[in-house]
């Protein structure tokens, strides 16, 4: 395949297909992907106990010992008593098995973690201050992550990103020049396309058009819902399934992760879509940064038939 251009399916954002790029020398040490291991975690019982303040905790029925705990970040950037940066940060810790990864738990406490989403973000909607949650979850230090036990974030705040404020006009525009949602729109085009990875009759999941990334997938609802809080049991299995396959394949490849889903508040006009971008080597660089475009030397193509296999 020989370079070229795509653009995004709606958005004003371009990518560069360019395999070439993977084919040229490197001499500079790869980083660790992973955090080191650590003598006493403060995510593992009984020192999650001091961790942070708790808000919300699902136990197992039987042994009555905690699963997933949602705690109040001891590090944040927003405060509710910070009008300045008014919002809320938290941390949900998935399990407390400190090796254990996400992809390795048991699908049904997938599904747990993903209603805690649910419910946590019902909860921080009905602060008439919000206008915006994201979840994003950081898995290996080339993520970002600092803490190796397995745990993401919730991150609500009094404004939106000026990216995701880009976003929100630009599927505005489309919708009135389409009369159509951009997102049902993609669902649609992708469905039978040979970047299609997965689907069932709740979601499907993807490879996009324009990734920015090597081994980029997307995990879309195929029922149009603007949060997570609206998802219904059967459609949160089709999300752990499927996130859980793909994870699986990241995870065979040694490669950092990020996930994440943002959610505008009292906006019907969003598609909730939970994206998931590998963090293969140095993603980010001098074209990235100073000019705002990306060249993937994977296209989504090739990037579908890894899942697939």
């Known amino acids: 395949m020989k370079s070229h251009l795509r653009q995004d399916y709606f958005l004003d954002r371009y990518v560069i297909i360019s395999p070439n790029v993977s084919k040229r020398p ?3 040490p790869k980083p660790v992907q992973v955090c080191a291991p650590v003598k006493a975690c403060v995510f593992c019982p ?3 106990k001091s961790a942070g303040r ?7 029925a039987k042994s009555k010992s905690w699963q997933i705990k949602v705690i109040a970040n001891k590090f944040p950037a927003l405060s509710p008593k910070n009008k300045n940066a008014y919002g809320y940060q938290e941390v949900v810790i998935e399990s407390p098995q400190h090796e254990i990864d996400l992809a390795d738990l048991p699908l049904g406490h997938i599904v747990k973690l993903f209603e805690v989403y649910a419910e946590r973000t019902k909860k921080l909607s009905q602060d008439k201050k919000i206008s915006y ?6 898995k290996g230090r080339e993520a970002g992550a600092s803490l190796a036990h397995s745990h993401s974030q919730i991150f609500a705040s009094q404004f939106l990103t000026p990216m995701v404020k880009s976003e929100t006009e630009q599927a505005v525009k489309y919708r009135l020049e389409h009369d159509s949602c951009p997102y049902c729109d993609i669902v649609k085009k992708e469905k039978n ?4 990875v997965w689907q069932d009759n709740n979601f499907m999941a993807f490879c996009p058009w324009a990734s920015q990334h090597p081994y980029e997938i997307w995990l879309m609802s195929k029922r149009h819902i603007d949060n997570i809080g609206l998802l219904k049991k059967t459609e949160l299995v089709s999300l752990a399934t499927m996130l859980k396959k793909a994870l699986t394949k990241i995870n065979s490849l040694g490669l950092a992760y ?4 943002h959610q505008i ?4 006009d969003q598609h909730f879509c939970l994206k998931i971008v590998p963090r293969q080597g140095p993603w980010v660089a001098g074209m990235e940064i100073g000019f705002g475009l990306y060249i993937n030397s994977l296209s989504p193509e090739e990037a579908t038939k890894f899942y697939k296999k």
Do not use: G, M, W
């Not at 708790?54 to 197992?60: A, G, M, Q, R």
């Not at 949650?133 to 950081?138: A, H, L, P, Q, S």
């Not at 396309?193 to 299609?196: E, F, G, I, P």
């Not at 508040?265 to 019907?268: A, K, L, S």
């Open 26 to 28: 490197h001499d500079c």
């Open 46 to 48: 009984p020192a999650d």
């Open 54 to 60: 708790e808000i919300l905790t699902v136990k197992n």
């Open 133 to 138: 949650i994201e979840i994003f979850k950081n």
């Open 193 to 196: 396309s040979q970047r299609l």
């Open 258 to 261: 990020n996930y994440f889903f």
């Open 265 to 268: 508040i009292r906006d019907p």
